[in-house]
């Protein structure tokens, strides 16, 4: 069974850029359709980004043109380049496939934008 895990979060300030991972324990080229998710506190989670096994990225529109999400098949790894971060962008980010499956959710990666 192939495991999600994400790293990459951290605090930064306004303006500022992270790089989030999505390591899969296994072939990550077997889920065709992978999404970046984020849950900000008392809000429900959200999908943000997604890319599929042709390289189609789609972007909700709060990050369109902020956020670009890439895959690397060759090392089993989603990315989430995130530049011009905003306060609003402090959540904890997840990654699953799409639709999401139970045993994908992993610990994720927590974001923290401020200054």
């Known amino acids: 069974q192939v495991q999600l895990v994400e790293s990459g979060g951290g605090l930064v300030q306004p303006g500022g850029s992270l790089r989030l991972s999505c390591a899969a324990s296994?072939?990550?080229?077997?889920?065709?359709?992978v999404g970046w998710y984020r849950q900000a506190p008392g809000k429900q989670r959200e999908l943000v980004a997604t890319i599929t096994s042709g390289d189609n990225p789609l972007y909700v529109d709060s990050v369109k043109g902020r956020f670009t999400i890439s895959r690397d098949n060759a090392k089993n790894t989603v990315y989430l380049q995130m530049n011009s971060l905003k306060p609003e962008d402090t959540a904890v980010y997840y990654c699953?496939?799409?639709?999401?499956?139970?045993?994908?959710w992993g610990q994720g990666t927590q974001v923290t934008v401020s200054s």
């Open positions: 296994g072939s990550i080229a077997t889920i065709v359709a």
């Open positions: 699953n496939s799409i639709p999401t499956m139970k045993n994908y």
